[in-house]
């Protein structure tokens, strides 16, 4: 459970965090929640839940509350052990929804995100308005964010009906950081798409750092140490991996590999 009241993701003593994404679409509630607990082992500091346009409410909330059920029982083990650590067990659980019917009232928070570089009224205001009395009917925590979607963009480019933002283009992405700031934003996400063939370019992360105080989520096509460093240097408050945790038919592999690739945060 998330007590934390500011608007944002707690802050990591200005380390890069790691963030996992689990796609509700991808696995049972079950193997959800086994693996959101890998991944906090290994270091996550908070699970976003969503992804895929079309996942309805009922699979969204059944995964929330496995991961939130796996995580409570794991600090209450905890507090039973003068020795372990009850606090990283703590972490949020927040909606990363593809719209208003991506919603669940056992999320800690939600990021509440305007496409910035969407062509389509549905992603810049509609799903918005349809989920804004929801989230506050559940009374879960919204993170007002500024999604970018840069190229290749992926299915979430398509979909969202997004103007993708090329690798060479700073000075679009400067301009809608500075557009998020002013709106009152507190978050930025800049996204390459899920899966995406290469990562957001250095040049478009370190564009977006410089252009305004928000923090900045960097996601979509990140697989390897070198690339979450790259993103890290390059002024990443957090990276998002959703993929690469689907991979896994072992939790003892994805340990493996969550395990190195946050370690060198
Ligand atoms: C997608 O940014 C996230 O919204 C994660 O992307 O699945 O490529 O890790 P991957």
């Not at 659980?93 to 669940?104: D, K, T």
């Not at 977006?208 to 390897?224: D, N, P, Y």
Request: proline share 5%; charged share 15%.
């Amino acid at each position: 459970m998330w007590t934390d009241e500011s608007p944002m993701l707690p802050l990591q003593n200005g380390k890069t965090g790691h963030i996992t994404l689990i796609d509700p679409d991808k696995q049972s509630p079950e193997v959800a929640a086994n693996r959101a607990l890998v991944a906090v082992e290994c270091g996550t500091s908070a699970i976003f839940v969503g992804g895929s346009t079309n996942t309805g409410n009922d699979l969204v909330h059944a995964t929330c509350q496995a991961i939130q059920e796996a995580l409570e029982l794991r600090i209450f083990a905890a507090s039973q052990h003068p020795d372990a650590n009850e606090e990283m067990w703590n972490v949020p659980v927040i909606l990363f929804p593809g719209g208003a019917h991506a919603m669940s009232s056992s999320a800690d928070g939600i990021l509440f995100m305007m496409l910035m570089n969407s062509r389509s009224r549905r992603f810049l205001i509609e799903e918005q308005l349809a989920g804004a009395p929801l989230i506050d009917q559940y009374g879960i925590k919204p993170i007002p964010t500024g999604y970018i979607v840069c190229a290749p963009g992926g299915k979430v480019g398509e979909v969202g009906d997004a103007d993708l933002i090329q690798s060479n283009d700073s000075k679009a992405v400067s301009a809608y950081c500075k557009t998020a700031e002013m709106y009152g934003f507190s978050t930025i996400y800049l996204e390459a798409g899920s899966g995406a063939s290469k990562p957001v370019h250095i040049d478009l992360i370190q564009a977006a750092k410089t252009s305004s105080k928000c923090t900045l989520i960097v996601g979509g096509g990140i697989r390897t140490s070198e690339q979450l460093l790259a993103a890290a240097n390059a002024g990443a408050d957090y990276i998002v991996t959703g993929t690469i945790t689907e991979e896994h038919d072992s939790l003892e592999s994805l340990r493996e590999q969550l395990h190195s690739l946050i370690s060198v945060l």
